[in-house]
């Protein structure tokens, strides 16, 4: 079938098929209400002020019985396709891009769903950096600690060189072709888009953001967040 020309489109898809565990919420975490709203509802909100983006498609587990009752009357695109791993909802959440009309060359920015403080100018800054680079990139911040390896007495183990170290978030955004073809090659080991893109031999573009930008994982991280948004306010720029 001959495609209609079109430029390329951006969508944004977040995994949120996790269980949580690590946050000891008792729940899957991205339905904790954080500031009075779940903390998926933030995030959708952050994607939601980024006009550049074309759809956000949210990807649950088959088994999730909470979206309705946490998101009532979300509008957006939603599909039940999540996997055993991060890597296996993302790469549901491609197919399901594509069933909607994604092409090979449009733009999948893959954003968690526990990274709920997400500011819309990071997504534009992203988006700014990559729309024109060859291989596409993720928001990530430079390690301002010292770094130690530790063994499973947690105990220093070494020092590591810091210099050029980088903490990944998200989103990372690629062509949905590379992504969907580098996560497919590398499979649940991947625990995150650039690693499964790297491993095919590209150079992904690291673009600042902040370190407000973290992933809700821990118990104390509820609180944290929490208070960022009582501060700062809803991200809505
Ligand atoms: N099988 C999975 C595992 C994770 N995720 C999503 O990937 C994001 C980042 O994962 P993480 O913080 O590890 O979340 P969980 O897997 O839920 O947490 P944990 O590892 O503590 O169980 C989250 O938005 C999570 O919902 C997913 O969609 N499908
Ligand atoms: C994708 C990610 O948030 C980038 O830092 C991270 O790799 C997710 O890791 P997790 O193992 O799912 O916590």
């Given at each position: 079938m001959n495609e209609e020309p079109r430029s390329a489109r951006c969508y944004a898809l977040v995994p949120a098929a996790g269980i949580g565990e690590r946050s000891g919420a008792g729940m899957p975490k991205q339905y904790v209400e954080i500031a009075g709203r779940p903390m998926l509802a933030h995030t959708l909100a952050a994607l939601a002020?980024?006009?550049?983006?074309?759809a956000t498609l949210v990807v649950l587990s088959p088994a999730d019985e909470r979206f309705e009752q946490a998101l009532p009357g979300y509008g957006g695109w939603v599909a039940r396709v999540g996997g055993a791993s991060r890597a296996d909802s993302v790469l549901g959440g491609l197919a399901e891009l594509r069933r909607r009309g994604a092409r090979d060359d449009d733009w999948v920015l893959v954003h968690d769903?526990?990274?709920?403080?997400?500011?819309p100018a990071w997504v534009d800054a992203l988006i700014d950096a990559c729309e024109h680079d060859a291989v596409g990139g993720l928001l990530a911040q430079p390690i301002a600690d010292t770094l130690k390896a530790g063994d499973a007495d947690g105990r220093v183990t070494a020092t590591v060189d810091r210099r050029d170290k980088w903490a990944a978030q998200t989103p990372q955004m690629f062509r949905l072709g590379l992504v969907e073809r580098a996560l497919a090659a590398m499979g649940a080991a991947a625990t995150d888009e650039a690693s499964a893109v790297e491993a095919l031999g590209f150079a992904p573009r690291l673009v600042r953001a902040s370190m407000?930008?973290?992933?809700?994982?821990?118990?104390e991280d509820f609180e944290l967040a929490a208070r960022w948004l009582h501060q700062v306010g809803p991200s809505s720029k």
């Open positions: 002020a980024v006009p550049r983006i074309a769903a526990a990274r709920c403080l997400l500011k407000a930008n973290f992933k809700v994982t821990w118990p």
